[in-house]
């Protein structure tokens, strides 16, 4: 859980109390962090993207979604699905039904986004994404 807390705070330090922000650095793709709404059951929604381009057209590499669970301890992010369009993956940690209510968990894909998430938060560190010299962009406030 521990990681999960941990996200939370990364994620909501890059908002920087807005809804959607494009943060570049120099030599990096550009990072996109966004509040996408509410899940069913109406936990909070973000997205972690960085975005390429091929033939003109914009290309997620990756984007990430984290459902924010309020806790005792504070709020949790747990990285639910997973999308990079030069690989032509996606993935989903949990299946819903059509009344929205989750039906399956894939655990062994919950814990590789986790240890992915982990590697990501650490290399956007070293890139320079949470230094007070990277470009911040509101897109949302």
């Known amino acids: 859980m521990e990681s999960y807390l941990e996200f939370a705070t990364h994620l909501d330090q890059l908002l920087g109390g807005v809804h959607a922000v494009r943060i570049t650095v120099p030599g990096y ?4 962090v966004e509040e996408i709404g509410s899940s069913a059951d ?5 997205s972690l993207c960085q975005y390429g ?10 984007d990430m979604v984290f459902l924010f669970h309020d806790l005792p301890d504070g709020a949790a992010a747990e990285s639910v ?23 399956h ?4 894909l919950k814990q590789d986004l986790k240890e992915f998430t982990q590697s990501w ?6 890139q320079g ?9 509101i897109l949302s406030s």
């Open 42 to 46: 109406g936990h909070r929604l973000v």
């Open 53 to 62: 381009e091929q033939h003109g057209d914009l290309m997620r590499d990756p």
């Open 121 to 126: 938060f650490a290399t956007l560190r070293e």
């Open 105 to 108: 968990v894939f655990p062994t």
């Open 81 to 103: 699905s997973y999308r990079n369009d030069y690989l032509g993956i996606s993935q989903e940690v949990y299946r819903y039904d059509e009344a929205g209510r989750r039906t």
């Open 29 to 32: 793709m550009p990072l996109a």
């Open 129 to 137: 994404f949470f230094a007070p010299t990277a470009v911040r962009e």
